[in-house]
């Protein structure tokens, strides 16, 4: 399955799909994906990122969340950093 790279939220465990597991053990799972961490709906988890991916601690967002929707496959924030 094509993706944009490691690190995407398809592989994290704050994926609800994945239940608290690293890698990809519900990606053929019916329904939304969505971040435990920061609240929101994940249109497209293998082409989105963030810091928090796959931390053992931190449950607080940190920094921005980016997307690859385009040609070059260059990373670009969608979500700017929560306010601290
Ligand atoms: S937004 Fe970050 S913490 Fe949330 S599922 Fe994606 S990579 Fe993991």
Request: some cysteine.
């Amino acid at each position: 399955m094509p993706n944009g790279g490691p690190g995407h939220c398809g592989t994290c465990k704050f994926n609800s799909k994945n239940d608290g597991k690293k890698g990809y053990p519900e990606i053929e799972k019916e329904g939304d994906a969505y971040c435990v961490i920061r609240k929101f709906k994940i249109p497209k988890p293998l082409w989105t990122y963030c810091d928090n991916h796959n931390q053992d601690e931190k449950t607080k967002p940190i920094g921005p969340v980016y997307i690859i929707d385009s040609h070059p496959y260059e990373k670009k924030v969608w979500k700017p950093e929560a306010d601290k």
